[in-house]
């Protein structure tokens, strides 16, 4: 019986990661052939920035020359929502054979939620991949709760790819960054070529003042924060606007914006988030209070911070090119409790400052006071 596999996804733009894991499942499952099938609207995500012939295009050009993979735009050709039993009984009805669905492992804790579990279960089996953040303990209750439920266990794959962000590749898209080493180079050439990731105005006056060095490091804190941006009940385009902006004054003269005012007792390196905040209004034309916010104390913090403030805060001191004594346990943080993770940032924060000598900004301090002093009845409230 021919063992067919189905990779689904959003592909926006399919990467590196998405092929080695096509590979390693072709292998692991021994499939005969792998259908890739580019999602129409995913259900637990958000739309998708490429157009649908982009997205299938980069597709083609990933996989172009591998004899088992084709791509089928099944998904894209019958619109609506993308339900998986409706794709696993279309791929069953068409080819017969072994049907496996493979799906990251972290979905699969609410699989009972999806469009008739029991359907999608007849027609394939599930073939989970492991993801970052997801422990063998909660894989293991995964397993036991499928046979409970539904008779039917789901396969756990061995392969764990690097985690690769789409989030990322199209920051860097927008950033005019290169994508060697995250994207096939062949599909690098065909977002260049086809301008996959258009920037705006905002992305372009980045470009026009910020180093690389700089660039890479917003491209980073954007990836990091939109990733949270759905946990946190945030909208993506705000985050994305915050991270994108919140360094855009790091090398500009206070001195060149006329209507600009410090306030009083602004150390050198926290200037930065009061002209950021300045340039994001006045020059991009940013009006969003709570993004402008976000930029104006991402170094200092202050006592009671909105969601997006602690979450650009947070990202600045967490993304991955930051490397000081510390990060990993942050970052593990990040990903598991984000109000702790925004204290012990906090705190991380006040004693690099303490360390390093010389006075710290008032407002710093009053942010800790506010939140790792006075402690529990700032976050109890907003945990709930
Ligand atoms: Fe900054
Ligand atoms: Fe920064």
Known sequence: ???????????????????????????????????????????????????????????????????????????LKRGGVSYTYLTVEHFKSVYGGEIYFLVGADMLSDFKTWKYPERVLSACTLAAVKREGFSA???????????????????????????????????????????????????????????????????????????????????????????????????????????????????????????????????????????????AENVLNVKDEEVLGAIRFHTSGKPNMTTLEKLIFVADMVEEGRNYEGVDKLRDLFKKDFNECFKECLKEETLHLMRRGGSIYSLTLDAYDYYINENDKTTQGEKE
Request: charged share 25%; net charge neutral.
């Open 137 to 279: 303990g909660e894989e293991n209750a995964l397993h036991a709760d499928f046979i409970k439920r539904y008779g039917k266990d789901f396969i756990s794959l061995s392969f764990t790819g690097e985690g690769v962000s789409s989030t990322k590749i199209r920051v860097y898209s927008f950033l005019g960054l290169s994508l060697k080493n995250l994207v096939p180079e062949k599909v690098a050439e065909y977002i260049t070529q086809n301008n996959v990731y258009p920037g705006n105005e905002i992305t372009e006056y980045l470009k026009k003042e910020l180093p690389e060095k700089r660039l890479i490091h917003t491209a980073c804190v954007a990836s990091t924060a939109v990733g949270k941006a759905k946990e946190l009940g945030l909208k993506r385009s705000k985050v994305l606007t915050a991270a994108l902006l919140h360094d855009c004054a790091k090398y500009l003269n206070p001195a060149d914006f006329k209507g600009f005012k410090l306030p009083e007792g602004v150390p050198a390196p926290v200037v930065h988030q009061y002209l950021g905040a300045y340039v």
């Open 1 to 75: 019986m021919k063992r067919i596999g189905i990779f689904g996804g959003t592909f926006d733009p399919v990467h590196n990661s998405h092929v080695a894991l096509a590979r390693a499942a072709i292998k692991e499952l021994d499939l005969d052939e792998l259908f890739v099938v580019p999602t129409f609207a995913p259900p637990h995500k958000d739309g998708a920035a490429a157009s649908e012939e982009n997205r299938f295009n980069m597709l083609s050009v990933a996989f172009s020359g591998e004899e088992k993979i084709k791509i089928s735009n099944y998904e």
